[in-house]
């Protein structure tokens, strides 16, 4: 079992609609989440962060977090076509190393 | 410095050849990652210094790889006899730690290209 899986894209979407990406984790001991953006050809940049169980909610951007089952989600609203990216979920394993997602490719069409 | 600041940006080299790639982190960021990404690719994680020591070198694929970390900023990643396989983008992140929200907040550098031919 790898251990950061995340949802297989590529994922499509119409503009305007919510977008889901959804990743897992192996390591019961993690308590920091995160969500990066990654661009054609650019480096990831952080989108959101998550320590706590529940939503955490940045204009557009809602993360999730549900530790029990292992589970966090990012959710775009009202997604546009700039939202069109890779998107890798992160969490910190043991020992303070971040580990990554495969990433899910989203397409967001006009 | 402003940002994560890597070098070469892109490198291109003879099979067999070593190679010197170099990141200078944020000042003040005590971690230190770097990742390899082939094309369409995920990130691999290769090794994370805290300070001048690296706790963790597990991701490193073979010994023909090393890195180190001097006066706890400046990291270089050497490759030794290079193979095809090891053409990547390579990327370089840091990160301030402790228990504040905000820690482990890694920000990345613009990757060194690197292609074996």
């Known amino acids: 079992q790898k251990e950061v899986e995340q949802n297989s894209g590529p994922l499509s979407v119409p503009e305007g609609a919510i977008a889901s990406l959804n990743c897992t984790y192996s390591?019961?001991?993690?308590?920091?989440f995160f969500w990066y953006r990654q661009y054609s050809g650019k480096s990831p940049e952080l989108i959101m962060s998550?320590?706590?169980?529940g939503d955490k909610e940045d204009g557009r951007f809602t993360a999730q977090l549900n530790k029990a089952s292992q589970y966090v989600s990012l959710l775009i609203r009202d997604s546009q076509p700039s939202d069109s990216a890779t998107y890798l979920c992160?969490?910190?394993?043991?020992?303070?190393?971040?580990?990554f997602g495969e990433g899910t490719q989203l397409t967001v069409n006009p | 410095g402003a940002g994560v600041s890597q070098s070469p940006s892109n490198k291109v080299t003879e099979k067999g050849k070593d190679v010197e790639l170099r990141c200078d982190p944020i000042?003040?960021?005590?971690?230190l990652y770097w990742y390899r990404q082939s094309l369409g690719q995920g990130l691999e994680f290769l090794i994370y210094?805290?300070?001048?020591?690296?706790?963790?070198k597990s991701g490193l694929p073979s010994d023909r790889f090393s890195a180190e970390r001097t006066g706890g900023s400046v990291s270089t990643l050497t490759i030794q006899r290079t193979q095809q396989e090891d053409s990547a983008v390579y990327l370089c992140?840091?990160?301030?730690?402790?228990?504040?929200?905000?820690?482990?907040?890694?920000?990345f550098g613009a990757g060194s290209r690197l292609t074996v031919l």
């Open positions: 390591d019961r001991g993690s308590q920091s």
């Open positions: 210094f805290q300070g001048n020591s690296a706790p963790d």
């Open positions: 998550i320590y706590s169980n």
């Open positions: 992160a969490v910190e394993t043991s020992g303070s190393r971040l580990t």
């Open positions: 992140a840091s990160s301030f730690s402790g228990g504040a929200e905000g820690a482990n907040v890694l920000t």
């Open positions: 000042s003040g960021h005590t971690a």
